[in-house]
Nanobody, 120 residues
Framework: QVQLVESGGGLVQAGGSLRLSCAASGRTFSSYAMGWFRQAPGKEREFLAAISGSGITTYYLDSVKGRFTISRDNAENTAYLQMNSLKPEDTAVYYC?????????????WGQGTQVTVSS
């Protein structure tokens, strides 16, 4: 069982930055790929980025590539999502997820989500 707790969301102006953190429980953090998703009001949850357990492999939704960066610190059992050049359309609840595979379609574990609001 893996428990995930996100933090770092909040209100930011367009063009600003935020860094989301996802703290994971357990001693096998490095065996899981980590991912970030988001869900805006009235929309389906969408994949944003994922990183392999080793941190070597990453991949992104095309629309956030170059603005968002996923990373992880296996010594701290934490994954991160650095978000730059934020836009009002980035407003959503952001979720981290963990799975055995880096290509995530239905992750095994989810966090509770953290709200990100970008004002224009």
């Amino acid at each position: 069982q893996v428990q995930l707790v996100e933090s770092g969301g909040g209100l930011v102006q367009a063009g600003g930055s935020l860094r989301l953190s996802c703290a994971a429980s357990g001693r096998t953090f490095s065996s899981y790929a980590m991912g970030w998703f988001r869900q805006a009001p009235g929309k389906e949850r969408e994949f944003l980025a994922a990183i392999s357990g080793s941190g070597i492999t990453t991949y992104y939704l095309d629309s956030v590539k170059g603005r968002f960066t996923i990373s992880r610190d296996n010594a701290e059992n934490t994954a991160y999502l650095q978000m730059n050049s934020l836009k009002p359309e980035d407003t959503a609840v952001y979720y981290c997820a963990a799975d055995r595979v880096v290509v995530m379609t239905t992750p095994m574990y989810w966090g509770q989500g953290t709200q990100v609001t970008v004002s224009s």
